[in-house]
């Protein structure tokens, strides 16, 4: 039995079917997939066994385990990192690791870049981007690739890793508290295990203590979410992660030792090589590698870092031995009075920022940040310096128009009076209660740039009235101005209606017939009989066109079924409008409108009561193309 250091276990008599179907696919005698089939079952590349993933800020961060400090307000850090690692991917024969059957990846070098970048002064937004910049290893066909290996330049995925902190070391007597994401995006090659070919996460808990002297000792545990990838008999899925790691200065703030000790737990459990359908018990995979560096800083904000380490455990991703060369610079992140600006840029170390949008960069609290007297907290405009005229002076903010009606002070007469912005004189800023000065104050007045001819007729609506009685003759000319003319062809210029003998008369809001309108009974058939009036009210109305809208409404008293009734007395006001038509009426002037036995005007308990309910009437809608008061 024998183990990839993946490290997949491949038993004797497979190893040798193993090395017996790559010399046949050689020779040209055997297809690659029967090779793959018959030496290692289910396998991939499609998986990034790196576990050293260095990270920006050295001193801060200690090599590859996070600390709780984040990069302070817009500021960040910048790094390279080289490190070389070889046998990270071995497959060896009864898990021993001197007897290898073959080197899935024998060597790699890697260039890392690295960066962050902080908001608020507790988050932070990290990313790392590995380059391979030279990897090798043996022949791939133990995995079904036969005439494949890896080598040359290749991606890694691309880390993104948000990180807030949630506990100040400086506040909470050295231990600090945070929470950081890694998220892998596939941007790496996963022909050559540097991807899983799928999106990562790894959330992490960052638990840290930190002397003022430089020393310091942080924890991660996270959870490692990933896709499930199999090679011969071990497997790959979801992880446990977890990482311990210390900083311990050295006799001056120039030089330090950092050391890492970090591994992964696979959840999922690996296969019996002899036979991959039979699950081992306790058989998952926990890798685990020891790292130090000694870091020194030639200059401010610079860390270089230069170590090695190697892997403890037999599992894929953990090396013989690794090397490393890290150069970094990294903003301070020493903040007495935690505003979130480092000391070394801070104007006022001790006394914290207020974080108003206002000179933050400074470090130093701004009160009254306009310099009106008026202290920011009481202060609605505290960037706008108070105009201290006496108008609300205390609100520090500054009154240009202190009326608010759209004057400036500057040019309105009456600073402290509204315009009352009515189109009338309105640019001196000065209100017009009275625009036409007739008495009625505008909020009544319907005409308020009108005046009122103060005539005893609806004087209080503030609108000069003509023409009273709205009969055509203007007041100045009419002999009776309060009763309207009737039009009837004798001395209708008077504007008095005429006494003589006639059956059509009219009134301000309507056309009074002094006759009823005869139809056959239960019809809308007009009688003979009342040609001659219906004729009356088509002169009168042809008579006085001013009058622009009148309804005919029909009427029946309350004998009958009350639907019936309604349709009948539509149906006469139909004819009776008809009627004035062919009288030579213009229709538009005419509208129709039936009310059945709804609006009687006498009691239908008697034959004369509803003698009277059965009416016709002339409703005057609109003068002059105006509605009629108290008409519609």
């Known amino acids: 039995m024998s183990d990839v250091r993946v490290r997949v276990p491949v038993t004797t008599r497979q190893a040798a079917l193993a090395l017996g179907a790559m010399a046949l696919v050689s020779l040209g005698l055997l297809p690659s997939t029967a090779h793959a089939q018959a030496a290692s079952g289910a396998a991939t590349t499609r998986y990034s066994f790196e576990h050293f993933e260095p990270l920006h800020a050295q001193g801060t961060n200690i090599l590859n385990v996070h600390g709780s400090p984040v990069a302070p307000h817009l500021r960040g850090a910048v790094s390279l990192f080289f490190h070389y690692e070889d046998d990270p991917m071995l497959v060896v024969r009864n898990g021993k690791r001197d007897s290898v059957f073959t080197r899935l990846v024998h060597s790699q070098l890697k260039a890392e870049l690295l960066g962050s970048f902080g908001l608020g002064g507790f988050f932070e937004l990290g990313v790392g981007l590995p380059l391979v910049l030279m990897q090798d290893g043996d022949d791939l066909a133990f995995i079904g690739k036969p005439g494949e290996s890896v080598g040359g330049f290749a991606l890694g995925d691309l880390r993104l890793t948000p990180k807030v902190r949630i506990l100040d070391h400086e506040r909470f007597g050295g231990f600090g508290l945070a929470i950081a994401a890694p998220l892998y ?53 979801d992880q446990l992660t977890w990482a311990v790691g210390t900083h311990i200065p050295l006799g001056s703030d120039l030089l330090a030792l950092a050391a890492s000790i970090h591994g992964r737990a696979d959840r999922e459990d690996n296969r019996l090589s002899s036979n991959l359908n039979v699950v081992r018990d306790d058989s998952n995979d926990t890798t685990a590698e020891l790292d130090a560096a000694l870091q020194l800083q030639p200059v401010r904000n610079i860390t270089v870092s230069v170590g090695g380490g190697a892997g403890l455990t037999g599992v894929a991703g953990s090396p013989d031995y690794r090397l490393f060369l890290g150069v970094g610079w990294a903003a301070e992140t020493q903040d007495r009075d935690h505003d979130g600006v480092a000391d070394s840029d801070d104007a006022c170390p001790d006394t914290p920022e207020d974080r108003d949008g206002f000179e933050d960069g400074d470090g130093c609290p701004d009160p009254d940040n306009d310099a009106d007297d008026v202290l920011d907290a009481a202060d609605e405009c505290p960037n706008s310096p108070e105009d201290k005229d006496g108008y609300q002076d205390e609100d520090g903010c500054p009154d240009l128009d202190n009326d608010g009606d759209g004057v400036p002070d500057a040019d309105d007469r009456c600073p402290d009076d509204a315009e009352d912005l009515d189109g009338f004189e309105d640019q001196d800023g000065c209100p017009d209660p009275d625009n036409d000065g007739d008495g009625v104050l505008d909020g009544d ?70 006759e009823m309108v005869h139809f056959d009974t239960a019809k809308a058939t007009i009688k003979k009989r009342s040609h001659k009036l219906l004729a009356e009210v088509a002169t009168m109305l042809q008579g006085n066109p001013q009058i622009t809208l009148v309804r005919v409404e029909g009427h029946t008293d309350d004998r009958g079924n009350d639907d019936y009734n309604m349709q009948l007395s539509r149906d006469r006001a139909a004819a009776v409008k008809t009627f004035l038509v062919e009288q030579g009426v213009d229709a ?44 519609r």
């Open 445 to 514: 007045d319907r005409c308020p740039t009108q005046a009122e001819d103060r005539d005893g007729y609806e004087d209080e609506d503030g609108c000069p009235d003509p023409d009273n009685d709205g009969d055509g003759v203007l007041d100045v000319d009419d002999l009776c101005p309060t009763q309207p003319e009737n039009k009837n062809g004798i001395d209708d210029e008077d504007g008095c209606p005429d006494s003589a003998d006639q059956k059509v008369k009219m009134s301000a809001k309507k056309i009074l017939i002094l």
């Open 185 to 237: 995006l596939p941007t790496g090659d996963d022909a050559t295990f540097n991807s899983d070919g799928r999106f990562r996460a790894n959330p992490q808990l960052i638990i840290d203590w930190r002397h003022k002297s430089g020393f310091a000792l942080s924890a991660n545990i996270g959870w490692m979410f990933r896709p499930t990838r199999e090679i011969h008999n071990a497997v790959f899925g």
């Open 588 to 631: 538009t002037r005419l509208v129709t409108e039936g009310y059945g036995e709804t609006a009687p005007v006498a009691s239908n308990r008697s034959s004369s009561g509803r003698a009277k309910n059965r009416r016709v009437e002339f409703v005057i809608l609109e003068v002059n193309g105006k509605p009629v008061e108290g008409t």
